[in-house]
């Protein structure tokens, strides 16, 4: 059993920056990787980054790379999303997810979900 805790989100003008953190208890979170996905009204969950439970590897939806960076320190049980240069688009609530069998950017591939966090783009 994994359970997640994200912080972090906010208003933040286009251009800006914000950092998403999500505190993971249970034991065997440095064993999984670890993903964000984020949500906006009426659409889909939507992959936004992934990271294996050693950072060895990192995948990124198009939409966001070069602008957003996600890492892990698994001393602190705790996996971030940098998100910089900021878009009206990027505004969904966001949560972060475990899984437990290796990295993905497939939804159904994760087994554990935070409750998210919001995070609105203002232009």
């Known amino acids: 059993q994994v359970q997640l805790v994200e912080s972090g989100g906010g208003l933040v003008q286009a251009g800006g920056s914000l950092k998403l953190s999500c505190a993971a208890s249970g034991r065997t979170f440095s064993s999984s990787a670890m993903g964000w996905f984020r949500q906006a009204p009426g659409k889909e969950r939507d992959f936004v980054a992934a990271?294996?439970?050693?950072?060895?590897?990192?995948y990124y939806a198009d939409s966001v790379k070069g602008r957003f960076t996600i890492s892990r320190d698994n001393t602190k049980n705790t996996v971030y999303l940098q998100m910089n240069s900021l878009k009206p688009e990027d505004t969904a609530n966001y949560y972060c997810?475990?899984?437990?069998?290796?990295?993905?950017?497939?939804?159904?591939?994760?087994?554990?979900w935070g409750q998210g966090t919001q995070v609105t783009v203002s232009s």
């Open positions: 997810a475990a899984a437990p069998w290796g990295i993905s950017s497939r939804r159904d591939e994760y087994d554990y």
């Open positions: 990271i294996s439970w050693s950072s060895g590897r990192i």
